[in-house]
């Protein structure tokens, strides 16, 4: 009895909750990147009836969802840094080269007046928005969760069941997000003294 009640006050009871909603919060996201997954191939598809010579770009999407696919998503992959890691790189690949993807797309005016492209197109910015959200949820569940692992007098009970602090994403390339957008319309400069 003495028992329980000091692993009540010690914060084990947080420990667990705040792990689950952790674990809840990644299922969401490995959920939202699935969705993007099985909507990649129809999109590819319906591009390359259009764009058969921008091979090079429908190939990258292909072999980034392949690269994708062969990381077997789990929810102990937030348990393993390396894997995590992994995991992230070949997310933000995936992502890298779908924006070349929509940029090839852009290039054909009947692609985007298609029907069947738009509605894709949709559903994968509507996918996109999802796993911002997701990530976004998971990201707040882990700082919660770190904040008790490593909150004093919970840090104690944590080093004794061997809680540790959990993975969060991360932006791959800081230094890039601090430039600002490069516009061009391509436009020719007007001649001076007009």
């Not at 420990?15 to 996201?29: F, G, N, P, R």
């Not at 985007?112 to 707040?140: M, S």
Request: proline residues 5%.
């Amino acid at each position: 009895m003495t028992l329980i009640f000091l692993l009540q006050g010690c914060g084990y009871n947080t420990l667990q909750s705040t792990d689950e909603k952790i674990k809840a919060a990644w299922a969401e996201v490995l959920n939202q990147y699935q969705r993007r997954a099985d909507l990649i191939p129809n999109l590819v598809n319906t591009v390359k009836g259009y764009a058969a010579h921008e091979k090079e770009v429908l190939t990258e999407v292909t072999n980034a969802r392949a690269r994708v696919g062969a990381i077997q998503a789990t929810p102990e992959l937030i348990d393993d840094p390396a894997a995590f890691q992994k995991f992230t790189a070949a997310q933000q690949a995936m992502s890298s080269a779908l924006s070349r993807l929509l940029v090839v797309a852009e290039k054909y005016p009947d692609l985007k007046a298609d029907n069947l492209y738009r509605d894709l197109l949709a559903q994968l910015e509507g996918t996109e928005n999802r796993i911002a959200v997701a990530r976004n949820r998971y990201i707040k569940a882990v700082q919660e969760y770190n904040l008790v692992v490593r909150k004093f007098p919970t840090n104690l009970t944590a080093m004794l069941f061997g809680f540790t602090v959990k993975p969060t994403f991360s932006v791959a390339n800081e230094q890039q997000l601090a430039k600002p957008p490069q516009v061009d319309f391509n436009l020719a400069p007007a001649p001076s003294g007009q």
